[in-house]
T-cell receptor, first 109, second 114 residues
Framework: DAKTTQPNSMESNEEEPVHLPCNHS???????IHWYRQLPSQGPEYVIHGLTSNVNNRMASLAIAEDRKSSTLILHRATLRDAAVYYCILRGGNTPLVFGKGTRLSVIA | NAGVTQTPKFRVLKTGQSMTLLCAQD?????MYWYRQDPGMGLRLIHYSVGEGTTAKGEVPDGYNVSRLKKQNFLLGLESAAPSQTSVYFCASSYWAGAVGELFFGEGSRLTVL
């Protein structure tokens, strides 16, 4: 699997937007970009995924660069419940998910 | 729906003891996975299964065995536990194995080996 690079940690104020970056310069044409998050003491949960176009769902938005070498997960209005580790993962074909260390997001009230 | 259920949630073992972790899913998913997570680390894949009766090795399979006798269950066994196997174990399942498949995770099983 192609690798991703994420900052170790980020901070955000409550009720403000959060932009979580992910670099994946070696992405292949068939790799999808997945985001999962892991709340404290819980298993990871799916957030969003995309291939080329920007994607929106009820949890977040995913902005994908035109060259697909980077992407950004956008939480439009951070809440305390969004404090978690966010994982950016590339997935192609039938390979299982391979997790990196992710970005630990802290939300300040 | 219960989703993905792991039992037990906590267990303490002595070195050399054996145990089995059970993962059950009620979503009729074909694919199931066992991961381990050590403090401050991301998840690492131990073994996975692409269907009933099949298993495959992941990144860190040594010291573990698995079985998928029924579609809804995926068992992870430790034959002779070692302190290095102290970790939190997560099971996951998905309907698709392809690049768009979403994984559903259990709440984890915390294992301590003394």
């Amino acid at each position: 699997d192609a690798k991703t690079t994420q900052p170790n940690s980020m901070e955000s104020n409550e009720e403000e937007p959060v932009h979580l970056p992910c670099n994946h310069s070696t992405i292949s044409g068939t790799d999808y970009i997945h985001w999962y998050r892991q709340l404290p003491s819980q298993g990871p949960e799916y957030v969003i995924h995309g291939l080329t176009s920007n994607v929106n769902n009820r949890m977040a938005s995913l902005a994908i660069a035109e060259d697909r070498k980077s992407s950004t997960l956008i939480l439009h209005r951070a809440t305390l419940r969004d404090a978690a580790v966010y994982y950016c993962i590339l997935r192609g074909g039938n390979t299982p998910l391979v997790f990196g260390k992710g970005t630990r997001l802290s939300v300040i009230a | 729906n219960a989703g993905v259920t792991q039992t037990p949630k906590f267990r303490v073992l002595k070195t050399g003891q054996s145990m089995t972790l059970l993962c059950a899913q009620d979503m009729n998913h074909e694919y199931m996975y066992w991961y381990r997570q050590d403090p401050g680390m991301g998840l690492r894949l131990i073994h996975y299964s692409v269907g009933e009766g099949t298993t495959a090795k992941g990144e860190v399979p040594d010291g573990y065995n698995v079985s998928r006798l029924k579609k809804q269950n995926f068992l992870l066994g430790l034959e002779s536990a070692a302190p290095s196997q102290t970790s939190v174990y997560f099971c996951a399942s998905s309907y698709w194995a392809g690049a768009v498949g979403e994984l559903f995770f259990g709440e984890g099983s915390r294992l301590t080996v003394l």
